[in-house]
């Protein structure tokens, strides 16, 4: 299994975070790129794109979060990952809406 490659969110990303946003229709401030752009030095913001889906990580109050995986790539990969990589970090899988 592959980990995971997260990056601090830049304008490059736009497009194709823009793409799995279109996929999962989600209709919150969340589902953003310009949101997530404008809030990621508050909160840590990271992205991936894995197995056809984004994954944003971000930090609040210290603790390390993850959106639920976006777009309609293969969302279950994604879970099991984000699983392994908190079991090797030591600490709970936390995502957030």
């Not at 777009?71 to 936390?94: F, H, M, S």
Request: glycine fraction near 4%; include cysteine; proline fraction near 2%.
């Amino acid at each position: 299994m592959s980990k995971i490659e997260f990056h601090e969110i830049t304008l490059d990303d736009k497009a194709w975070m823009d793409a799995r946003f279109q996929e999962d229709d989600r209709n919150a401030c969340e589902y953003t790129f310009a949101n997530n752009f404008v809030w990621r030095k508050v909160y840590h913001v990271e992205v991936a794109e894995k197995y056809g889906c984004a994954v944003i990580r971000f930090e609040e109050e210290g603790v390390v979060m993850y959106s639920y995986p976006i777009g309609a790539g293969d969302r279950r990969k994604v879970i099991d990952e984000l699983i392994e990589i908190c079991r090797e970090e030591e600490r709970p899988l936390i995502m957030s809406r």
